[in-house]
């Protein structure tokens, strides 16, 4: 079955950076778009990034020259790179696969 399993959320201090990692398992991973995604508290699922299959990569807006998603379709992996953070970035960071799909988030909390 399909799972999606993330890591490397944590606390960090405004300005901090932090790597988000997705394991893929249960699909064939180089075949599908992945994406990010994060809820705050109150708040709706919002697009973070995302990454085609051959690594064409699409961010929103807040996130441009700040956050840079990359896979590794040999290790299953998706990755996101958190560079100069912000408290309004804090959320539930997650990982989610075209094919319907979540994993069970990685809470990324920033402090002031």
């Known amino acids: 079955q399909v799972q999606l399993v993330e890591s490397g959320g944590g606390l960090v201090q405004t300005g901090g950076s932090l790597r988000l990692s997705c394991a893929a398992s249960?699909?064939?991973?180089?075949?599908?778009?992945m994406s990010w995604y994060r809820q705050a508290p109150g708040k709706e699922h919002e697009l973070v990034a995302a990454?085609?299959?051959?690594?064409?990569?699409t961010y929103a807006d807040s996130m441009k020259g700040r956050f840079t998603i990359s896979r590794d379709n040999p290790k299953n992996t998706v990755y996101l790179q958190m560079n100069s953070l912000k408290p309004e970035d804090t959320a539930v960071y997650y990982c989610y696969v075209v094919l319907g799909y979540w994993g069970q988030g990685t809470q990324v909390t920033v402090s002031s």
């Open positions: 249960g699909f064939t991973f180089s075949s599908y778009a």
């Open positions: 990454i085609s299959p051959g690594g064409t990569t």
